[in-house]
């Protein structure tokens, strides 16, 4: 058989270092299946096939892949509705910076444009999810343009999406294949000039904040030097806090919706805030017009600077490579009185928020959230891959789970997509197969890509999920309930998950009573294969984020007297305790 343009494809793949594709087949993907069956598996040099339930969990997957490995990763749907399914996870994965290429097959060339059967145009389809996408029409052009959507996945940090008709795949290879080419990560050294520029800020400021992002990763040890020697609080964003809150004397927490400690107060009251590596994207947690806070900001993407906030002092360059620059410029601050009061009301408010759950709950049923999150935390591996849901996942996983420089915790950070936990766990185990992969689910989550339990199945992959079963979409019960609209349309009910794992061959524990958590997570840990820990857990638990408005309060106040009017006081009264856990106490 001659080289077609599908196998020459597969070959530059392989030539990029590309050792899995996910995806569903479909009529005219085969050609491109064909190729990699034939290239006999990783194994042989070659590459896997993986085999999904939805392509949406192959975009995730390969998404989740990228992110962690900081390597090309890539995923496969056939025409019409086989690449439509890929557009979730690509969102997210473009907006996560994960390098990741989409075959998206195409119908027949000679049929685009007659509404044929299946017809899109992923070309014009993926526009907001991607960096390039084209449409392959001839032989000659194809192995260009995959040069080209890989370059760009990896130049920007992106998606990339290759539309190929079958018909085209089929066709003898004639075009040359440039050679896959990489260069290492440069350093962005910021101007002289905004170099000076930050120092004066520096120098002139009497009480300093530190708000970092996930643009500080790689750059722990210099950021935090850079905090003792400024006296300045620092403060994380969900993104940034794998990177930066361990192994930090000057940790104050997270702000933003699910945030905790003290970052929130320290950012407001200082009279300068750096921003480092962050685009954080709730400006209403940044200090406004109203506050008198001068902001610099750091960044390695230009065009995030000042587009959140007022930014006095922008600073374009690398976190570590700026703080290298600024450092022999600035004084080390005299008066550390600032840091040392915010360290202080930080770990008060640890105690009573945080920790506030942990009086007494490890016999209370049904089991509160926080207290199973904090068993994981002690249960799972040093160097554990977390994966958490959207939803209140988020929370307990931000809150809870500590990270140490050798775990990650990826989530839909920046998309905020629901089910993305156990498709990301997919990606992570077949990347790491030696890694413990936790995938922190919610019910509503777990359900909605139910189907790749069976991927999780017929793979054997040793991935542990973890469901936080609150019968309820319960990040919406309580964005209703805040917003003043009584709960409406979120609750479920009650489905036995374990029972669901079991029947597919995992291994499978359900757990009604907090004393039972630890061992049978440890069970699931142990386990050689595939494990589902399902904990049936309060659906009235709250998080409120730390700087709940007067409104807000209100809206919660007239949430609970309809509730009290539609449902009697029983439901308000045991909310109202439940929420306790929860509220920042003074
Ligand atoms: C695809 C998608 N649909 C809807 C939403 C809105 N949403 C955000 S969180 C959430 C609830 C998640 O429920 P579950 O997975 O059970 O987690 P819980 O908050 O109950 O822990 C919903 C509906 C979303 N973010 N993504
Ligand atoms: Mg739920």
């Known amino acids: 058989m001659s080289t077609t343009v599908a196998d020459q494809l597969i070959s530059q793949l392989i030539d990029a270092g590309v050792h899995r594709i996910y995806g569903i087949v479909g009529d005219s993907l085969n050609p ?124 920007t940090k992106g998606v990339s999406v290759v539309s190929l008709p079958g018909d085209i795949a089929e066709l003898e290879a004639v075009g040359h294949a440039p050679a896959f080419i990489q260069t290492l990560a440069p350093t962005i050294v910021p101007a002289a000039a905004d170099v000076r520029a930050l120092a004066d800020a ?28 400024l006296a300045a609080p620092l403060g994380h964003s969900l993104r940034g806090k794998e990177w930066i809150q361990y192994d930090n004397p000057f940790d104050v927490g997270m702000t933003g919706l699910l945030g905790y400690g003290a970052a929130h107060d320290g950012i407001h009251d200082a009279d300068l805030l750096l921003l480092l590596g962050t685009d954080f994207p709730y400006n209403q947690f940044l200090p406004g017009s109203d506050d008198d806070v001068v902001i610099a900001q750091v960044d390695a993407r230009a065009e995030h600077l000042g587009r959140r906030a007022s930014v006095a002092v922008p600073v374009h360059g690398d976190v570590a490579a700026t703080i290298v620059a600024v450092t022999p410029l600035v004084d080390r601050a005299p008066d550390r009185r600032f840091l040392e009061r915010t360290l202080k009301r930080h770990a008060k408010l640890l105690d009573s928020v945080v920790g506030a759950y942990a009086k007494n709950v490890e016999r209370k049923t049904p089991i509160h959230p926080e207290f199973a999150a ?28 500590n990270p140490n420089g050798r775990r990650r915790l990826i989530g839909s950070f920046l998309h905020g997509s629901m089910a993305n936990a156990l498709p990301q766990a997919v990606g992570a185990q077949f990347s790491h197969p030696g890694r413990q992969v936790v995938s922190v689910s919610g019910d509503g989550g777990l359900s909605m890509l139910l189907g790749e339990l069976v991927t999780v199945a017929a793979y054997k992959l040793p991935v542990k999920i973890v469901v936080f079963n609150n019968s309820t979409l319960g990040m919406v019960k309580v964005e209703m309930l805040v917003d003043g609209f009584p709960d409406f349309g979120v609750d479920v009910p009650m489905v036995d998950y374990a029972a669901v794992a079991g029947a597919l061959g995992i291994f499978a524990r359900r757990v009604e009573k907090p004393t039972e958590i ?69």
Request: hydrophobic share 45%.
């Open 202 to 229: 520096i120098n002139a400021a009497k009480r300093i904040a530190i708000f970092a992002g996930a643009g500080v990763a790689g750059s722990h040890d210099e950021v935090v030097a850079f905090a003792e020697l």
């Open 518 to 586: 630890e061992s049978a997570l440890r069970a699931a840990f142990a386990f050689d294969g595939p494990a589902l820990v399902d904990l049936v857990t309060d659906p009235l638990a709250l998080s409120l984020p730390p700087t709940i408005t007067g409104v807000q309060l209100k809206g919660l106040a007239l949430a609970m007297s309809k509730v009290v009017m539609n449902g009697g006081v029983g439901e308000a009264v045991k909310l109202a305790k439940t929420n306790l856990r929860n509220i920042p106490r003074p």
């Open 374 to 401: 904090s068993v994981l935390d002690d249960v799972a591996a040093a160097d554990a891959i977390f994966t958490a849901d959207t939803g209140m996942c988020n929370v307990w996983t931000a809150r809870y789970i």
């Open 32 to 155: 491109v299946v064909d190729a990699v069956r034939r290239t006999g598996g990783a194994k042989n040099g070659g590459i896997d096939w993986v085999h999904v339930r939805n392509e949406e969990a192959a975009a995730f997957a390969a998404g989740a892949e990228a992110q962690l490995t900081g390597e090309l990763a890539v995923c496969a749907g056939s025409c019409g509705p086989g690449n439509l399914h890929l557009i979730n996870g690509l969102y997210d994965a473009h907006r996560s910076g994960a390098p990741v290429l989409a075959i998206a097959s195409q119908i027949p060339s000679a049929q685009i444009g007659s509404e044929y059967f299946q017809e899109t145009h992923p070309d014009r389809l993926f526009v907001e999810c991607s960096s390039y996408r084209e449409l392959v029409s001839t032989a000659e052009q194809a192995p260009r343009v995959l040069h080209s959507a890989l370059r760009h996945a990896i130049a």
